[in-house]
């Protein structure tokens, strides 16, 4: 069960109750079983009573017997009321004026309300979103859906599904609001509209390539402009997603670079045929358009949001492609034309000058002003030759003297001073590194003299060609005769690559 209307977060706050699922139909109880409430708030369900049970006790003789009583629970009692609301109101129609209307957690809380009386109702997100209008207090409308009763509060109530204006097209209605709202805006005002360009060089078109629209535009481009550079990015103009398909391309095609104008353009239709272009997101998107942006939707006669907010509104595809381009005719005739009026002003301007001339130099006071501007200009002549000439005369020898100065300096240039004492270092440089060399050559070669000698004299190279040298036992002395040590004795021999240690066991001298 949808939770109640009042029970919105606008007095205490209550968390919001979702709908549970509808309890099992209850059982009929008979009069001899009554039926006993459950701790669940489920069905009530029948017992069987004890005699001292079923009947109160009676007076002596008296065969009269008290009817057995059918209890139910608050919740056995509302679960059977909402179940026969539902059943017999499953799908109403209901007139109204809507009032309290809320938004809680994506639901819409409303009152239908009439000059004597009022009934509370709700509408889920997923129904609600199918609305074309906005629900506002005040709006008379007709609800279609099914009574049900809130459980928590036994209050019935109208679960709807569907809301449209009363006398008006929920599309229509829909389409008023977001006009006034986006005119508050300021969308449709006409300090925000942008001239177009007076030839524009690259033309993005946003329409649908199945329709007739782009052939005509293309036409028209064509036979008044036909190297215009054109962009065409194609979407879908009708049905469910379009608006949305629409303004994205709206955005993607203006960010291209190089283009001047933006041609939005669909053929005739119905309201809901061109409702695409009745979206808010389309609107957005050509009010946030970087270049001027051409409506071209429908006939003559169909309006829509994108022809309010876009710069120009044209009344079929075919004259937005003729706004856009001047003919290169009438653009070369226009020229034309200004070319022969601004020739045309300047020789009457000059012809005016001339005559005006004329008749000054016919004057007697200004006969001989020609001879004197001659001689004027005959002197100013010969002294701008003199100033010239003395100017050269004295650049020459300012430059004659700059020449020796600058000799002069070189002679003094440190510079110059450097490079010799670092060619004098470089030279200096290199016969040290030469000496060093030699001498290194030199200390080489009598090391190795000096090794060779060494080499020759020790007694290991002795020892290498196979000698060996006896020593005593302690090996404290040299063996040199064979009478210095008796059979018996231990001596110590060293070879080349180690030691031996030796007993005598016979002696010849």
């Given at each position: 069960m949808?939770?109640?209307l009042f029970?919105?977060?606008?007095?205490?706050?209550?968390?919001?109750?979702?709908?549970?699922?509808?309890?099992p139909?209850?059982?009929?109880?008979?009069?001899?079983s009554?039926?006993?409430?459950?701790?669940?708030?489920?069905a009530p369900?029948?017992?069987?009573?004890?005699?001292?049970?079923?009947?109160?006790?009676?007076a002596?003789?008296d065969?009269r017997?008290?009817?057995?009583?059918?209890?139910?629970?608050?919740?056995a009692?509302?679960?059977?009321?909402?179940?026969?609301?539902?059943?017999?109101?499953f799908?109403?129609?209901?007139?109204g004026?809507?009032?309290?209307?809320?938004?809680w957690?994506?639901?819409?809380y409303?009152?239908?309300k009439?000059?004597?009386?009022?009934?509370?109702?709700f509408m889920?997100?997923s129904?609600?979103r199918?609305l074309?209008?906005?629900?506002?207090?005040?709006?008379r409308?007709?609800?279609?859906?099914?009574?049900?009763?809130?459980?928590?509060k036994?209050?019935?109530?109208?679960?709807?599904?569907?809301?449209?204006?009363?006398?008006?097209?929920a599309?229509?209605?829909?389409?008023?609001?977001l006009?006034?709202?986006?005119?508050?805006?300021?969308?449709?005002?006409?300090?925000?509209k942008r001239?177009?360009?007076a030839?524009?060089r690259?033309?993005?078109?946003?329409?649908?390539?199945?329709?007739?629209?782009?052939?005509?535009?293309?036409?028209?481009l064509g036979?008044?402009h036909?190297?215009?550079h054109?962009?065409?990015?194609?979407s879908?103009?009708?049905?469910?997603?379009?608006?949305?398909?629409?303004?994205?391309?709206?955005?993607?095609?203006?960010?291209?670079?190089?283009v001047d104008?933006?041609?939005?353009?669909?053929?005739?239709?119905?309201i809901?045929?061109?409702?695409?272009f009745?979206?808010?997101?389309?609107?957005?998107?050509i009010?946030?358009?970087?270049v001027?942006?051409?409506?071209?939707?429908?006939h003559?006669s169909?309006?829509?949001?994108?022809?309010?907010?876009?710069?120009?509104?044209a009344?079929?595809?075919?004259?937005a492609?003729?706004?856009?381009?001047?003919?290169?005719?009438?653009?070369?005739g226009?020229?034309?034309?200004?070319a022969?009026?601004?020739?045309a002003?300047?020789?009457s301007?000059?012809?005016?000058?001339s005559?005006?001339?004329h008749?000054?130099?016919?004057?007697?006071?200004?006969?001989?002003?020609p001879g004197?501007?001659?001689m004027r200009?005959?002197?100013?002549?010969?002294?701008s030759?003199?100033l010239?000439?003395?100017?050269?005369q004295?650049?020459?020898?300012?430059?004659?003297r700059?020449?020796?100065?600058?000799?002069q300096?070189?002679?003094?240039d440190?510079?110059?001073r450097?490079a010799?004492?670092r060619?004098?270092?470089?030279?200096?440089?290199?016969?040290?590194?030469?000496?060093m060399?030699k001498?290194?050559?030199h200390?080489?070669?009598?090391?190795?003299?000096?090794?060779?000698?060494?080499?020759?004299?020790?007694?290991l190279?002795?020892?290498g060609r196979?000698?060996a040298?006896a020593?005593?036992?302690?090996?404290?002395?040299?063996?040199?005769?064979?009478?210095?040590?008796a059979?018996?004795d231990?001596?110590?021999?060293?070879?080349a690559?180690g030691?031996?240690e030796c007993?005598?066991?016979?002696?010849?001298?």
């Amino acid at each position: 069960m949808a939770p109640s209307l009042f029970d919105l977060p606008f007095e205490d706050d209550p968390e919001p109750v979702l709908e549970p699922e509808p309890a099992p139909p209850l059982p009929t109880a008979s009069p001899s079983s009554p039926a006993v409430p459950t701790t669940d708030g489920s069905a009530p369900r029948a017992r069987s009573l004890a005699p001292s049970e079923s009947q109160p006790p009676t007076a002596a003789g008296d065969s009269r017997t008290t009817p057995a009583r059918t209890v139910l629970t608050v919740t056995a009692i509302t679960v059977q009321i909402r179940d026969r609301l539902e059943r017999d109101f499953f799908e109403v129609w209901v007139e109204g004026e809507l009032s309290n209307c809320r938004l809680w957690n994506g639901h819409l809380y409303l009152t239908l309300k009439d000059d004597r009386s009022q009934l509370r109702g709700f509408m889920f997100r997923s129904s609600l979103r199918y609305l074309r209008f906005k629900p506002v207090d005040g709006l008379r409308v007709i609800a279609r859906g099914k009574v049900s009763v809130y459980e928590a509060k036994g209050d019935y109530q109208l679960q709807c599904d569907h809301l449209e204006p009363q006398g008006l097209g929920a599309l229509q209605l829909a389409f008023e609001q977001l006009k006034k709202r986006l005119h508050a805006e300021g969308l449709f005002s006409a300090e925000r509209k942008r001239p177009l360009p007076a030839l524009p060089r690259k033309i993005a078109i946003v329409t649908s390539l199945d329709g007739a629209a782009i052939r005509d535009i293309i036409n028209v481009l064509g036979r008044r402009h036909h190297n215009a550079h054109i962009v065409i990015r194609p979407s879908r103009v009708q049905g469910e997603g379009a608006g949305a398909e629409v303004a994205h391309a709206i955005r993607a095609v203006s960010r291209v670079p190089g283009v001047d104008v933006v041609i939005v353009a669909r053929g005739g239709g119905s309201i809901e045929d061109l409702w695409a272009f009745n979206e808010e997101s389309v609107a957005r998107a050509i009010a946030h358009s970087p270049v001027p942006v051409i409506s071209g939707v429908g006939h003559e006669s169909d309006f829509t949001i994108a022809d309010f907010v876009a710069d120009l509104r044209a009344p079929t595809p075919s004259a937005a492609a003729e706004m856009v381009v001047t003919a290169k005719e009438e653009f070369r005739g226009r020229i034309d034309r200004l070319a022969d009026r601004a020739r045309a002003a300047l020789r009457s301007r000059v012809q005016r000058r001339s005559q005006r001339v004329h008749v000054l130099t016919a004057r007697s006071a200004l006969s001989g002003v020609p001879g004197r501007v001659a001689m004027r200009g005959r002197h100013a002549s010969e002294l701008s030759h003199t100033l010239t000439r003395g100017i050269r005369q004295r650049l020459a020898s300012a430059e004659r003297r700059l020449v020796l100065l600058r000799r002069q300096l070189d002679t003094f240039d440190l510079g110059r001073r450097l490079a010799s004492i670092r060619t004098r270092m470089v030279a200096a440089d290199g016969r040290l590194d030469a000496a060093m060399i030699k001498r290194q050559h030199h200390a080489h070669l009598q090391w190795r003299d000096h090794i060779a000698r060494l080499e020759a004299l020790s007694p290991l190279a002795v020892l290498g060609r196979g000698y060996a040298v006896a020593w005593n036992a302690e090996r404290t002395r040299v063996l040199r005769d064979a009478r210095d040590v008796a059979p018996g004795d231990r001596v110590r021999v060293t070879l080349a690559q180690g030691e031996l240690e030796c007993d005598v066991r016979d002696q010849k001298a």
